[in-house]
T-cell receptor, first 114, second 110 residues
């Protein structure tokens, strides 16, 4: 059974640009959550999608957005990049149709903003 | 009310020793407490989890101790090995919400 796949693994972008990250969940998983991981702040929740609908949202500015497709694949977009957006972006998938079940994380996308 | 406080931030333990990481939560509604282990270049992976109806759960060398009245839980790694060197995250969850601690970087000296 394939795990959670995130692409690309590494990205370097310039301030002001936008970026799109992709996450393919484990087959059968309908919930995809996105996290930002930085050394100082740990894992910060961005948002969760379930069956193409955003179900939860963290405290991030509107520059951070996402969507989920009918096949459960999800994309995250960050517009007008800032230096502080440099981080490891992780997505996690789970069955999670009600309550918390085990979440499986991808290896992440390392975004560097210069 | 939504915070999970994790300590220490970093920990160095001799091979064969016991590693102890502590977490405290505020929201008594949390009902699922997982621990995740993350190696460099990898995403976090579920290590062990506990629900508040038990005070302890053991899986191999890893044990979670849970104190409901104090709203604290901890991870104990017995006979710590260099391969245990990683970042550990505790978390607390209720329904579809999960809050992570800030992580503990554990280094086991050979």
């Amino acid at each position: 059974k394939a795990g959670v796949t995130q692409t690309p693994r590494y990205l370097i972008k310039t301030r002001g640009q936008q970026v799109t990250l992709s996450c393919s969940p484990i087959s059968g998983h309908r919930s995809v959550s996105w996290y930002q991981q930085t050394p100082g702040q740990g894992l910060q929740f961005l948002f969760e999608y379930f069956s193409e609908t955003q179900r939860n949202k963290g405290n991030f500015p509107g520059r951070f957005s996402g969507r989920q497709f009918s096949n459960s694949r999800s994309e995250m977009n960050v517009s007008t990049l800032e230096l502080g957006d440099s981080a490891l972006y992780l997505c996690a998938s789970s069955l999670r149709d009600s309550g918390w079940t085990e979440a499986f994380f991808g290896q992440g996308t390392r975004l560097t903003v210069v | 009310q939504q915070q999970v406080k994790q300590s220490p931030q970093s920990l160095i333990v001799q091979k064969g020793g016991i590693s102890i990481i502590n977490c405290a939560y505020e929201n008594t509604a949390f009902d699922y407490f997982p621990w995740y282990q993350q190696f460099p270049g990898k995403g976090p992976a579920l290590l062990i989890a506990i629900r508040p109806d038990v005070s302890e759960k053991k899986e191999g060398r890893f044990t979670i101790s849970f104190n409901k009245s104090a709203k604290q839980f901890s991870l104990h790694i017995m006979d710590s090995q260099p391969g245990d060197s990683a970042t550990y995250f505790c978390a607390a969850s209720k329904g579809d919400k999960i809050i992570f601690g800030k992580g503990t970087r554990l280094h086991i000296l050979p």
